[in-house]
């Protein structure tokens, strides 16, 4: 089956800093969505993304599906912005394969 | 819109007892999906449903775990006969018809003692 594999698998910052973390996978998708699991246990949806360039506030993503990669970056990271960042990726039928997270620390 | 609901949000069994795990998917969305989480890992795809049908169980174990999502009411996961191994954040997430994105609800933490 597909294979996920997220980087760096921790990261540690200072509030304000910016950052990028990256999703290959091993296979054409044509789903592809980052998730942000807060401390507490949520999860939220940050975008849908199976190709191109997307921007809300301070986060914004790019797929580059014809490489099997996607980026997420933060800007002027919040200590809210802790957590684990999935990707998630799906081939026809909706099923997700997730990877196995980069965890986010963002010291005050 | 009260987004996913899933409930409890914690249930504590002992081996060898049912555990019960509701989902109400979103106003309006008709697709519902099971996760689990072991600590410390990523989310393992379950199940897939529809109303009144599966449309994908290729992760669920083949035994003690089912799952359904009837014509009225919420959808459920039912683990018979719990083993320590099953204790795990179970989520529930769901979709509209055509579109991919999913909306997760706040889990369930499953223990089993």
């Known amino acids: 089956g597909i294979q996920v594999e997220q980087s760096p698998p921790d990261l540690i910052l200072q509030e304000g800093a910016n950052s990028t973390l990256r999703c290959n996978f091993s296979?054409?998708?044509?789903?592809l969505q980052w998730f942000h699991q807060n401390p507490w246990g949520q999860l939220i949806n940050l975008f849908y993304?199976?190709?191109g360039t997307k921007q809300n506030g301070r986060l914004s993503a790019t797929t580059v599906a014809t490489e099997r990669y996607s980026l997420l970056y933060i800007s002027s990271s919040q200590t809210t912005d802790s957590g684990v960042y999935f990707c998630?990726?799906?081939?026809?039928?909706?099923?997700?394969?997730f990877g196995q997270g980069t965890r986010l620390t963002i010291n005050p | 819109n009260a987004g996913v609901m899933q409930n409890p949000r914690h249930l504590v069994r002992r081996r060898g007892q049912e555990a019960r795990l509701r989902c109400s998917p979103m106003k309006g969305h008709s697709h519902v999906y099971w996760y689990r989480q072991l600590p410390e890992e990523g989310l393992k795809f379950m199940v897939y449903l529809q109303k009144e049908n599966i449309i994908d169980e290729s992760g669920m174990p083949k035994e003690r775990f089912s799952a359904e999502f009837p014509k009225e009411g919420p959808s459920i996961l039912r683990i018979q006969q719990v083993v320590r191994g099953d204790s795990a954040a179970y989520f529930c997430?769901?979709?509209?018809?055509?579109?991919?994105?999913?909306?997760f609800g706040s889990g369930t933490r499953l223990t089993v003692v």
């Open positions: 993304i199976p190709s």
């Open positions: 998630a990726v799906g081939q026809g039928a909706q099923k997700l394969v």
């Open positions: 997430a769901s979709s509209i018809q055509g579109y991919h994105g999913y909306t």
């Open positions: 296979d054409s998708v044509n789903n």
